[in-house]
């Protein structure tokens, strides 16, 4: 997948995850039913063990990639300074089949299955390049803080 920086969207803006805990990069595409992320995995991600991204991080990674879907009606700004809190409150189905390593980039798409206010279910497929690293069907919640 070819990233060109003109047609990025910076993950800040849908999510309230940072460092360390943030396992998104950029948003390639997104709309109200479906997203598309990219993350390259760093040697020093706190999920990394043994030169691998472990399971946890995958998980990690889905969930983040499935959020902004449902996290987009938050930050609908860029200024926006909303705090929100968000957990997955499902896993309906996880296939894991294989663990890329550091350095490797990885690429999510996610789409909604079901929203109902603020919970919905998303079923997401991340690739290292063309090979299915992990598929998952979760369900999420995200709320904001006053």
Same mark, same amino acid.
């Given at each position: 997948m070819e990233l060109k920086e003109e047609n990025l969207i910076n993950i800040h803006h849908f999510l309230p995850h940072r460092e360390p805990m943030l396992m998104v990069d950029y948003i390639l595409e997104l709309t109200p039913e479906k997203v598309v992320t990219s993350f390259e995995i760093k040697s020093d991600n706190i999920f990394v063990h043994n030169?691998? %991204?472990?399971?946890a991080g995958l998980i990690e990674h889905s969930a983040q990639t499935s959020s902004s879907i449902l996290g987009q009606s938050f930050f609908a700004s860029p200024? &926006?300074?909303? $705090?929100? /809190? @968000? %957990?997955?409150?499902?896993i309906k189905k996880i296939e /894991? %089949? @294989?663990?890329p390593e550091a350095g490797n980039k990885i690429f999510s798409k996610a &789409?909604? /299955? &079901? $929203?109902y206010e603020n919970i919905c279910q998303i079923f997401c497929e991340t690739f290292l390049d063309e090979k299915l690293v992990i598929r998952t069907e979760i369900s999420l919640f995200i709320q904001e803080v006053k």
């Open positions: 030169n691998q %991204f472990i399971e200024e &926006s300074n909303t $705090k929100v /809190i @968000g %957990f997955i409150t499902n /894991i %089949f @294989g663990l &789409s909604l /299955i &079901s $929203k």
